[in-house]
């Protein structure tokens, strides 16, 4: 089926311990996005990527990597979990940046205790 | 600053009551996009509607329609006779072609309609 697709979608991990959340997308979008949800802050760019290989910073990157090898992936690593990362993180992708409307994911819970 | 304000956090009405969602933004750039999507309780984010700001034309799409007036940097939705199907979080967001991380989300409004 065609659509954007996040594993796991919902992960508990320990403070400190590296985590990866996953994010697959079958339209051959370029541009691909990580986002995270938190009460009172609506959602929040973290990296995007414009094409495979080419990724940027958005609002919120520090403590997250990305990257791009192929056009359909796109995994965060969370490299040390830390409590203040617990969130909904959403990933979504679209034909351009600006200009077209996104699709999403439908999230992933995680909680770092 | 904020650049996208929902100041209403959270709505209630009654199903069949109309009810409007405001949307304030702020830039300085004269091309931009508007967006709303919705948030239903299964989570994932729906696309309802872009708006670009050369385009002042009030939309309608059901019982969907949208507000668009520059003049008070104001992008409104109005759900007209609401149903339960409609409550979910909706969000505003404001798209500037100038800039590197230049996709701004309202922290949205959260919409309860009650049977």
């Known amino acids: 089926d065609a659509g954007i697709t996040q594993s796991p979608r919902y992960k508990i991990t320990e403070t400190g311990r590296q985590v990866t959340l996953m994010c697959h997308q079958t339209?051959?979008?370029?541009?691909m996005f990580w986002y995270r949800q938190d009460l009172g802050h609506g959602l929040r760019l973290i990296y995007y990527?414009?094409?495979?290989?080419?990724?940027d910073k958005g609002e919120v990157p520090d403590g997250y990597v990305v990257s791009r090898s192929k056009t359909e992936n796109f995994p965060l690593t969370l490299e040390s979990a830390t409590r203040s990362q617990t969130s909904v993180y959403f990933c979504?992708?679209?034909?351009?940046?600006?200009?077209?409307?996104?699709?999403f994911g439908q999230g992933t819970r995680l909680t770092v205790v | 600053a904020q650049k996208v304000t929902q100041a209403q956090t959270e709505i209630s009405v009654v199903e069949k009551e109309d009810v409007t969602l405001d949307c304030v933004y702020e830039?300085?750039?004269?091309?931009?996009?508007l967006f709303w999507y919705k948030q239903p309780p299964s989570g994932e984010l729906v696309f309802l509607i872009r708006?670009?700001?050369?385009?002042?034309q009030n939309e309608i799409s059901g019982r969907y329609s949208w507000n668009f007036q520059k003049s008070t940097s104001s992008f409104n939705f109005t759900i007209t006779a609401s149903q339960v199907v409609d409550s979910a979080v909706y969000f505003c967001?404001?798209?500037?072609?100038?800039?590197?991380?230049?996709?701004?989300f309202g922290t949205g409004t959260r919409l309860t309609v009650i049977p």
């Open positions: 979504a992708s679209s034909e351009s940046f600006q200009t077209t409307e996104a699709f």
């Open positions: 339209w051959s979008h370029s541009y």
């Open positions: 990527s414009a094409a495979a290989d080419i990724t």
């Open positions: 830039t300085r750039d004269t091309t931009y996009y």
């Open positions: 708006r670009n700001s050369f385009d002042e």
């Open positions: 967001a404001l798209s500037e072609l100038t800039g590197a991380n230049n996709l701004f």
